[in-house]
């Protein structure tokens, strides 16, 4: 299921099989319907993922309807972009930025 965006959403039930068990890293943005820094991430997560998706797996997972998947990762910041490998957390960032900060942050992944 796509979300606004068009980025994928994933949710507690789906979230191991989607994230943990990918064979690509998987970049994770926790949103909220009401987060307006998360709405102004949806052009930059969607221009990410047409780009990088060979490389990368771009999903959101909303934060309200899927608490245990939050709770579980210690999500208190909305947007906290989380990158996954090999099914581990290896990286995380709080907080809206542009494009060209995200894929910075994001190269030791890419």
């Known amino acids: 299921m796509s979300g606004a965006t ?9 979230f191991e099989a989607e994230v943990v068990r990918s064979e690509k890293p998987v970049l994770v ?12 991430m949806a052009p930059v997560l969607s221009s990410l ?7 990368l797996r771009v999903v959101q997972l909303n934060v309200d309807a ?5 709770n579980a990762f210690k999500v208190l910041s909305m947007p906290t972009f989380m990158v996954f490998e ?9 907080g ?12 030791d992944v890419l």
Do not use: H, I, Y
């Open 49 to 55: 993922a047409a780009e990088e998706g060979e490389r």
């Open 96 to 107: 809206a930025r542009a494009k060209r900060r995200l894929l910075e942050e994001l190269s």
């Open 86 to 94: 090999g099914g581990e957390p290896v990286k995380s960032m709080v």
């Open 66 to 70: 899927n608490p245990a998947t939050t």
């Open 29 to 40: 943005e926790f949103t909220a319907d009401w987060c307006p820094p998360c709405r102004q």
């Open 6 to 14: 068009g980025v994928p959403e994933v949710t507690d039930a789906d």
